[in-house]
């Protein structure tokens, strides 16, 4: 039995309700599907999401320009509607490689600098923390080396969902003198930095951060599916959350004040425009590109590292993205994880080779979050070998 054959038969063997959606993206005009590409992604998809168990999953490659996505399952247990290249889900934490970019954006054109101190772009009425005479800089927070904890303490509301946390709860925060190293010297995963680089951010440029990343970000990239908020109608075509257990999470609104961390929404189709968008050559991106791919801080000799390793050993950062050398087959890449109101997303790209993978479940669920991670590198691998 040959390879397509043997695909066909898993996919007449398991059960009803898993669909497959194909389709391809390049910008401009329509192109067929690469059939080798197609068969890659197809069957690394099918094996992935029957070992997953979850609802739905998501996958879309892109290789020199080409790309296919694939969906499997549906979009919340019992709804009979598959997800595709369109299909609306929460991206968690993959926000902060966005916020990164938007960073990269202000730096380019002068609003910015990597070394401005957080105290001169916060414009807020509070002192903030330093350890050992140095000051946290935005590359700081954009590497995870500020020293600040992981998240702010912020104020439960009785009834509320999920705690979003507000400014006051911020500055309470910083008031608190939170910092746990001095800043450059380690590296500590963390939501509360990401917050506080896009709200800098968002000072410096005199807008609203969202309104400042559709600007700098979004809208270059075409990034037309992309947001912080749904609408009802958007409601309609995305993915539904769920919990460890398998129950169904609401759908949370993205309070502002945890825009740079995380809470965005977006597709498979613009997280490859967004890939297609790191693996060009635009001459008129060139400088922004050039520092979205650049490594800023090195592992070597940090203390402590904690939190980076999720998607694979971090052997350096870059802005929100993590990077891995190379290492046997594989080539050297960025990728970051995203988790947020049960669902598991991962995107990773070869700039070097022109390749890119983004994966998404619509469940936690740690070892299905762990094969999805290690299916995409493999497929980076097998796609694009050294």
Not at 20 to 40: I, Y
Not at 120 to 128: A, M, S
Not at 177 to 206: C, R, V, W
């Amino acid at each position: 039995m040959n390879h397509r054959s043997s695909l066909r038969a898993v996919r007449a063997a398991i059960a009803a309700g898993l669909c497959t959606a194909m389709l391809a993206f390049a910008p401009g005009h329509a192109r067929a599907e690469n059939k080798l590409l197609a068969d890659t992604v197809d069957l690394t998809g099918t094996i992935l999401f029957l070992s997953a168990d979850v609802p739905g999953m998501v996958i879309g490659v892109i290789r020199d320009g080409e790309t296919v996505v694939r969906g499997f399952g549906e979009i919340a247990k019992g709804s009979g509607k598959a997800p595709d290249g369109d299909t609306l889900m929460r991206i968690g934490s993959i926000t902060k490689v966005l916020t990164g970019a938007t960073l990269a954006s202000l730096v380019v054109d002068g609003t910015v600098n990597f070394g401005d101190p957080l105290q001169e772009r916060l414009g807020w009425d509070v002192t903030i923390p330093e350890r050992d005479g140095k000051k946290i800089r935005l590359i700081d927070l954009a590497t995870h080396s500020s020293g600040l904890p992981r998240e702010a303490e912020i104020t439960f509301i009785e009834g509320h969902p999920t705690a979003m946390g507000t400014k006051e709860d911020y500055i309470a925060t910083l008031k608190d003198d939170p910092q746990l190293f001095a800043p450059g010297t380690g590296i500590l995963y963390s939501n509360f930095a990401f917050d506080l680089l896009a709200l800098a951010l968002a000072n410096a440029a005199s807008k609203p951060y969202a309104e400042l990343l559709k600007e700098r970000v979004l809208d270059p990239a075409g990034l037309k599916d992309t947001r912080f908020n749904l609408t009802e109608a958007d409601k309609a075509r995305t993915m539904q959350g769920h919990n460890f257990d398998g129950s169904p999470l609401a759908f949370v609104e993205t309070a502002p004040i945890i825009e740079g961390a995380g809470g965005l929404y977006s597709t498979a189709n613009d997280m490859l425009r967004w890939l297609h968008w790191h693996l060009g050559n635009d001459a008129k991106d060139f400088d922004m590109r050039l520092l979205e791919h650049a490594t800023y801080l090195q592992r070597d000799g940090l203390d402590p590292v904690i939190g980076l390793d999720e998607g694979g050993e971090m052997d350096a950062m870059g802005l929100g993205w993590v990077i891995q050398n190379p290492a046997g087959n594989r080539p050297l890449i960025l990728q970051k994880t995203g988790g947020l109101n049960g669902q598991f997303s991962y995107i990773v790209f070869a700039p070097s080779r022109g390749i890119g993978v983004f994966v998404s479940i619509n469940q936690f669920n740690v070892p299905a979050f762990y094969a999805m991670v290690q299916a995409a590198n493999g497929l980076i691998t097998q796609l694009a070998p050294r």
